[in-house]
């Protein structure tokens, strides 16, 4: 117990108010604040560069890789991935942040390059219908689907495990995991 | 603060360490794949991998293709339905796009059909096929092929046919390497079809030859004769059939000795072949007496156990298991205004991509219509300008075993003619896919393929295995213009032995069991025979002998796989348990056929389509006749009140369909199941050749003759059990059936629906259920006209249907014709001509076939083409 509290409470001992719900209230001394609610930052305090280029870099790989996929360059996610690896290294972005910007570039450009043919009249549902069940998967097109996003997602984290790995850490960057 | 520095060096060392390890496994993974898991990343690109297949689900379009090889421009059109029309300047441009068009629209089912027959199947779906593979090896599909290959002169119209179709199916393997946009199969699979040869289309023709032509039939009938006993064997089995039947070629018959096998593709000219006469010495051949069999070698069951383990691990359809097709011709007074009309469906598995692929074909001098096998160059079923021509399977015995006389003091070496003779033996290397490669050593001696060595040195003389000019024979056919052509065309047919039915423009039918029938001069062929020379095959039965007939006096030929011959034909062509169908379809045919006159395309469509079953037309009354003064529960009389007013259609809403089948399989065990259990038949060996069910041939019509004919045949008596005659047995098996189908369908006889126990599945070829249609309800049985072979689900039955009528005798008119398959023209799930064609089948529809003959199609065929979708691609060298 708090030796001044006490002190004090002899001093009020009978006078009006000074009960509550068989306590002593406290006197004089303001509310504590609430505490205030977690907020994870995305962020970190500083970042390389504008906003707006790295969403242009990623708009840019995402292109890359589904540019790679209709050449044929089904490696490409990866290569993205890495080269993001060591871009987000340097820019001091987040590993929460960069995780699932770097799996969405490289989901995007695969699905980019079902999408489009797919606009211009290829069926690619029932395809995706046959590989499913080709593979021995539930036959369903989500399920093709699904998993070939996956596969993209995957070489795009691998790459940018890579990347951030290989690039040289700024020395302040001591907290970032 | 050093070590922390150090600790943090080492952390990220090891951060690099793992990463590296990480994207290195990720990258290799899908670069190279895992055990069963494919390369994912070329798998999945979605430009190049799997996905590129949705290129060939899209339709054609109308464009211009540069295809090398091609002598002048070809035009190939393509109707709302994916029917293709080929029009090139010559037979080898028309055949180059054939094969083109079966590669574009049929590459996987062409690669599998091929690794099947050259046993590399292994190499596409890994060790699960080396049973296939070693079989196929074994037998020598492959062997054959390049022999023929070999043999045929380079300079004949199918060495070229050939050339042009590989060079065909080239163009198109080059155009999918380089655009990347193969069939899913393969970058799944990440095995890639190589170059077509010529090989490959006659190592198809050998597969086709061994699914129609290769039977296990004399193991069976070793393995009946050790446990049911020799008299048993051949009084349940017998040679010839004791039922009634309806063959094509009544007869009189003349016996023309044996002439020789041709065992080169260098083929005697067709006309000598047909008045050749007696080749040997024009001595009555032998034909081996229908009664007990010879003894057997000790370790011959044993050996046959081995053989049909081996043809069990075979994939559905592979060999030879049910009788297939019906094909019939009326002409005179039977076809409305005169004329010939002809109707052909061949039953065959019905799969997805379906074993046919539509076509007419159109060159200077070559103009045929039909349905051409993806893989061989040509049309094996349709009309040309002035005949047109169906195919049913013969059923004849084609498959003789013998067993080699051999000694452990002399390996390697098999005892012939009283010398002891070194077996030939040829190695083969067969690919894993994710395993290594298996060495096979196939022994030969002079019989053939040693096929097993456990128990008993066994070989197989297979009539597939002599060269057989098919491509050769069916251009003749394709070019004949009247049945003189047609006929000395077919001479040189060896296998697989088939029943060409024929119909001309000049109002004439006719129809020839062309091929091989093997003649023995001793011995019990339907046996495994020794080998030591004296049993040898010595012989064909000469063509001019063969079963044949033209324009009858009935103006009606059927073939429906019944035995084409009566009792009296003076040569041996197999038993009962040749798979020969009873009867029933043909009978019923001859019975509709015979019952009118002014037939129409329709008449026909209507047969073709019929499920009524000639077994209940002919049992029936007698099964009924067994209730009568009888005590039959009220559920048994409820059903057998159905019974009485089933009209013996087996349609999908008949409940009477489902009380008779069950009732007569029921019957069936009944009266054989007491003493197959008794003699210990090794059913679990060979269900279908073994086992008592109504495919069992040969026991349905042997129980047919005894319910009719001979009620009280011991044989109804189980062994030591009381004396019973047909119709006891006929009560307690209908009891029985009774029992069965309440028990499954409930207690309402009214709704025992034959489509509730009864449906049709067309599986996809590469066994993928999803990609397969069906099972649905549906009509028919085994003996139905629209038959429908497998309970409860069946899987073969017509496979294609074909109505073609000519409407005068003058020479001068143009067929009217229509077919339908029940499939489609694309093998690519994808696509809209996947199975587009199956709702025409299903519903008893037909949809007109191209025009053959540069003449103007049917009025129906013109009024298809108007409404369709019209494609066209002009193909350049």
Sequence with gaps: ?177 | MPSRRRWRRARRIGNVAVAAGVAAAVLAVCAAGYGRLPALGPVLDPGRGAWASAAGGQLPTTQVLTLPGLGRAVTVGFDAHGIATIDASSVTDAMLALGYLHARFRLTEMDLERRQAEGRLAQLVGPAALPSDRFELRLGLLRTARREWAEMPRTSVAARALLAYARGVNDYLDQARASGQWPALFPLEGVYPADWTPVDSLAIQGDLTQELDYTTTPLDYALLDRSLGAARTMSWFPVLPVNAQSPYDPGPYRPLGIAPIQTTMVTANAASSVTAGPARGGATPPRPAPSLATTLPPGTARAAATLLAQAGALPAGQIHEYPDSNAWAANGPRVRGGGAMLAGDPHLPQTLPSVWYQVAMMAPGFDVTGVSVPGLPGVLLGHNKHIAWSLTDTQNQSTLFYVEKTSRSRPGQYLWHSRWRRMRTVRYTIPVRGGAPRHLAVKLTVHGPVMTQVGQTVSVDWMGNVPSPDVAVLFGISTASDFAQFRAALANWRAPTQNFVYADDRGNIGAISAGYFPVVRHGAPWLPMPGTGADDVAGVIPYAAVPHSYDPPGHVIATANQRPVAGSYPYYIGTTANDFDPSYRASREYAFLNARNGMTMASFAALQTSVTDDLAVRVLPRVLAAFRHVGLTPLQRRAANVLRRWNRAMAPGSPGASIWWTFWSDYLSATFGPWWRASAVPVHLDRSGLGISASQFSLVQVLEHWTLDDPANPAFTPPGGPRRTAPQVIRAAFGTAVAHLRARLGASPASWAWGRLHSRQFPSLTQVQALGYGPRPSGGDAWTVNAAYGLPVATDGPSWRMIVRWPGTTGSGHAAAEGIYPGGQSENPASPWYENLIPYWWNGRYLPMPAAGGGPASPAARAGSAAGRRVRWRLRP
């Design chain 1, 1 to 177: 117990m708090n030796r001044l509290v006490s002190k004090s409470e002899a001093t009020r001992l009978g006078k009006r108010g000074s009960y509550r719900l068989g306590g002593l209230a406290q006197q004089g001394v303001g509310r504590p604040a609430a505490p205030r609610p977690f907020r994870p930052s995305f962020t970190r305090a500083y970042h390389a560069g504008p906003a707006w280029a790295w969403v242009l870099g990623a708009v840019a790989g995402t292109g890359l890789v589904a540019a790679g996929a209709a050449g044929g360059l089904w490696f490409m996610p990866m290569v993205v991935g890495l080269a993001a690896g060591v871009a987000v290294r340097w820019g001091g972005w987040r590993l929460r942040v960069s995780t699932p910007v770097v799996a969405a570039m490289a989901a995007a450009g695969w699905g980019l390059a079902l999408w489009i043919p797919a606009l211009s009249g290829l069926p690619v549902g029932a395809t995706a219908r046959t590989i499913a069940a080709l593979a021995g998967l539930p036959p369903y097109a989500a399920v093709a689907v699904g998993v070939t996003l996956a596969v993209s997602a995957l070489q795009g984290l691998a790459g940018l495990w890579l990347g951030r790995a290989l690039a040289p850490r700024p020395p302040e960057d001591e907290i970032d995991r």
